[in-house]
């Protein structure tokens, strides 16, 4: 279910297994990238990118753009 729509304010963020900084992943997206956040807890959301292929997955909220 989608939450909202965001984008990306830093030059690059990458996404996490889990809402911990500790299980950062491989796959990144760059600023201006417009994600859809379909949760969102306390400094993290969890978000779906639509490019190639559909990457899902934690991102800090601190690197998208404030409602």
Known sequence: ?????RY???NKT???SQNTAS???KA???KNNI??????????AFCAYYGKKTT???IK???LNKL
């Open 1 to 5: 279910q989608l939450v909202d729509i």
């Open 8 to 10: 990306v304010v830093v």
């Open 61 to 63: 909220t601190s690197d």
């Open 14 to 16: 990458y996404f996490h």
């Open 35 to 44: 994600v859809c956040v379909e949760k969102l807890e306390g400094d993290w």
């Open 56 to 58: 899902k997955g934690w």
């Open 23 to 25: 299980k950062k992943q």
């Open 28 to 30: 990144y997206i760059i």
